[in-house]
């Protein structure tokens, strides 16, 4: 595929990723097909729990290792009954969620998404754009461009995400692109425009660039 160009065909209805189609469109691509070809069929978890407890967890996730962030992640779930809701949240006491490991700013957050719950109509994002899901979600403390993108991608299985804030995507971009460094947010973001309308996928297959080995020549 010649560069500047876009994978226009087979795109997705509403915006939905479509993996078999997604993978078929970037395997043509000159740079990054053989990569597609060489890691397989593109495999996005689906998110079971609800968009709520998805942000709250994408919230105590931040910052910290896998081990970490589970152990006290699964400490707040107890804390709160067992069940993540903006209620049981707020009902909760902040002496009972700080032992569970929250530090006082990840503990602000979560009650900043409780609090915001009702203004987010977080049931009715399934038919908002892309854009409109972002400018809601940063409204809370502690939730940025990225864990709207990556909830874009995760929890609502977008097909046309492209997350120029994660170094995972930047430095995987560069080692299939054979540069010598990853490229800022700023320089990714034009850069992604020939994958569309499948840039969700594009970013898997730079995260698992950085996983294996080159494909052979």
């Known amino acids: 595929m010649k560069a500047g160009a876009t994978l226009v065909s087979g795109a997705p209805r509403r915006g939905i990723l479509r993996p078999r189609l997604a993978a078929r469109a970037l395997a043509r691509d000159d740079v990054l097909g053989p990569w597609v070809r060489h890691v397989g069929p593109l495999r996005i978890r689906k998110v079971t729990e609800g968009h709520f407890p998805y942000l709250v967890r994408s919230i105590l996730y931040q910052q910290l290792a896998d081990k970490a962030a589970a ?33 006082r700013g990840k503990l602000a957050a979560v009650r ?82 020939r994958y569309r309308p499948w840039r969700s996928a594009a970013a898997w297959y730079f995260w698992r660039a950085l996983e294996v080995d080159p494909p052979s020549r």
């Open 71 to 103: 152990a006290i992640h699964g400490r707040f779930v107890a804390a709160v009954g067992d069940v993540v809701t903006a209620d049981s949240i707020l009902a909760t006491p902040e002496p009972d969620l700080r032992a569970a490991g929250l530090s």
């Open 112 to 193: 900043d998404l409780a609090l915001r719950a009702p203004e987010l109509r977080l049931e009715e994002v399934e038919s908002l754009s892309d854009d409109e899901v972002v400018r809601r979600l940063t409204r809370v403390r502690g939730i940025g461009p990225w864990t709207a993108h990556m909830f874009l991608i995760f929890a609502l299985r977008r097909g046309d995400v492209w997350p120029t804030g994660d170094l995972g995507v930047r430095m995987g971009y560069a080692r299939v692109h054979g540069l010598g460094a990853a490229p800022t947010q700023k320089a990714l973001l034009p850069l992604g425009e």
